[in-house]
């Protein structure tokens, strides 16, 4: 089974900027970040595989994942950040092309890292 830990998460003010990270036990096909925030199922932000990142439409031109492949590790680096980005972050690993290829959050995530909290202040 694939280990997954989260790192980075905190509390920040609105348009300010955090750097979350996520280490894998194991290589897999591909990983990703969700998010939990109040009041709301959880959420795909983005996922990685070998071609280009897809991002859900609320974080498009703000968040930026990327994968440094030989230290397994996932990062998502945020900017202007706002108060509807409160939440608990996950990051999520998947074996699977078909899943990972196929961009639908429901797909994704074979995997998973028990959260970090990003609480975004007014």
């Known amino acids: 089974e694939v280990q997954m830990l989260e790192i980075g998460g905190g509390l920040v003010q609105a348009g300010g900027s955090l750097r979350l990270s996520c280490t894998a036990s194991y290589k897999t096909f591909c990983m990703a970040w969700f998010r939990q925030t109040q009041g709301k199922e959880r959420e795909g932000v983005a996922v990685?595989?070998?071609?280009?990142?897809h991002y859900a439409d609320s974080v498009k031109g703000r968040f930026t994942i990327s994968l440094d492949d030989a230290k397994r590790t996932l990062y998502l680096e945020m900017n202007d950040l706002k108060p509807e980005d409160t939440g608990t972050y996950y990051c999520?690993?998947?074996?699977?092309?078909?899943?990972?290829?196929?961009?639908?959050?429901?797909?994704?995530?074979?995997?998973w890292g028990k959260g970090t909290q990003v609480t975004v202040s007014s």
């Open positions: 990685i595989t070998d071609r280009p990142p």
């Open positions: 999520a690993a998947d074996v699977h092309p078909a899943d990972c290829y196929s961009n639908s959050w429901p797909h994704i995530g074979d995997y």
